[in-house]
């Protein structure tokens, strides 16, 4: 953990704010590579994960952008409503879970806020000499952060901007620039549910190998209620008990307990709370692990999965 002063807010498109924020003593802040996120303390008592967006070379400064959600669980309002340049908040260190690949091309996919960490790799495989294009999609252009930045950057012949709202000539054509790339290019994608699932869908279907694909989740697709069962975990370590009710999620029994498991998104996109199963059968409903991950229930992420069997047993 430590302290960070807001130098500098600043509108960047429709309801997606900047924040730029340096170290208070002046000192360089911890080396992050492009992918990479902070957890960000807010006022409200939150912490959320918000994706550093500036080159990785930078080490005077972090700069993330956030969008402003109408259905924000309190984070994104908190940024926008409770944040001022001038106050000093408290981050984590960088950490990285969406990290470039050796490679000889990359092709880079961003929607809407998921410009953010491919920003950072766009900036950083330019300052590689790294073989790269990157497609960014919004809905209109006072929605898309970023551009003219872009445009500006000695790389802007390999950016193409694609709008919703534009003319049909210059709306993404997966298919015909997944099949232009060469069998070894790998693809990034960032950006809201539907469209990363567009992505990386069509290029399944067009045979690239799942360890080609690499994305980062904002948000966990909503999930129907109604639709749980009350189930037991035990502790490992102690032979302790919790009943789980259909309407709580095991972190917050087991908080209740004394038993501390550290969360951070709630909604199983971070891998904050990442908890070794050793027996029984989880029921997976993350968006980090992979299908083969999963497919091990060896671990789970216990802030929003729940159990398929009765009861499940924890290395805690």
Not at 7 to 13: H, S
Not at 21 to 45: K, M, Q, R, W, Y
Not at 171 to 180: G, I, N, T, Y
């Amino acid at each position: 953990m430590m302290e960070v002063l807001i130098k500098a807010m600043r509108l960047v498109a429709r309801d997606i704010l900047s924040l730029e924020l340096t170290s208070v003593s002046g000192d360089e802040l911890p080396a992050f590579d492009a992918g990479a996120h902070i957890d960000v303390h807010l006022p409200n008592g939150l912490i959320r994960q918000y994706s550093l967006w500036n080159s990785p070379h930078e080490r005077n400064r972090y700069c993330i952008g956030v969008l402003r959600d109408p259905a924000s669980r309190g984070g994104s309002s908190a940024v926008h409503q409770l944040l001022r340049v001038g106050q000093v908040i408290t981050v984590g260190e960088p950490r990285n879970l969406f990290p470039l690949q050796p490679a000889k091309r990359s092709i880079l996919f961003a929607g809407g806020i998921g410009i953010t960490p491919i920003l950072a790799m766009a900036q950083s495989l330019a300052r590689q000499g790294g073989d790269f294009v990157l497609h960014y999609c919004a809905r209109s252009p006072d929605s898309a952060a970023f551009v003219e930045r872009l445009r500006a950057k000695p790389f802007a012949a390999q950016v193409q901007v694609h709008f919703d709202d534009g003319a049909a000539e210059q709306r993404l054509k997966l298919q015909a620039v997944l099949e232009a790339e060469p069998g070894d290019s790998q693809l990034y994608v960032c950006g809201p549910g539907g469209f990363m699932e567009h992505v990386l869908s069509g290029a399944r279907a067009l045979g690239w190998d799942e360890v080609r694909l690499h994305r980062e989740y904002f948000g966990a697709a909503p999930l129907a209620k109604g639709e749980d069962d009350a189930f037991e975990v035990r502790i490992h370590s102690t032979g302790q008990v919790f009943a789980v009710p259909a309407d709580q999620s095991i972190t917050r029994v087991l908080d209740e307990a004394g038993i501390i498991i550290p969360v951070a998104c709630e909604q199983g996109i971070c891998g904050t709370c990442l908890t070794r199963v050793l027996d029984g059968e989880p029921d997976h409903r993350d968006q980090f692990l992979t299908a083969e991950e999963r497919a091990r229930n060896d671990q789970f992420t216990p802030c929003c999965s729940r159990a398929r069997s009765g009861c499940l047993v924890l290395d805690l």
